[in-house]
């Protein structure tokens, strides 16, 4: 079993940057794909951006531009660096590894974007 364990949410203001944590209670960032989800109330969870254990990236069109993401396999840690930040961005983030039938989620990380 894997845990995960998300921070760095919070209140921003329209414009802002947020980078988001997720660390893995064991190594798994370097093998396993990693990835960014979001749910915004009233809406399904979706595909923020995600990581291979090859390096290759994957973004929404809606975030390309803006958010990096990112992996420290020495920390077991995932990372989403998210830039000019707009209320839209609002919602509970997710991280999410997966391999095989092996498929793990955090809790999530509420980030509200508002004046």
């Known amino acids: 079993q894997v845990q995960l364990v998300e921070a760095g949410g919070g209140l921003v203001q329209p414009g802002g940057s947020l980078r988001l944590s997720c660390a893995a209670s064991?190594?798994?960032?370097?093998?396993?794909?990693m990835g960014w989800y979001r749910q915004a109330p009233g809406k399904q969870r979706e595909l923020v951006a995600m990581l291979t254990s090859g390096g290759s990236t994957n973004y929404a069109d809606c975030v390309k531009g803006r958010d990096t993401i990112s992996r420290d396999n020495a920390k077991n840690t995932m990372y989403l660096q998210m830039n000019s930040l707009q209320p839209e961005d609002t919602a509970v983030y997710y991280c999410?590894?997966?391999?095989?039938?092996?498929?793990?989620w955090g809790q999530g990380t509420k980030v509200t974007v508002s004046s």
């Open positions: 999410r590894s997966w391999l095989g039938a092996r498929d793990y």
């Open positions: 064991r190594s798994i960032t370097s093998s396993y794909i």
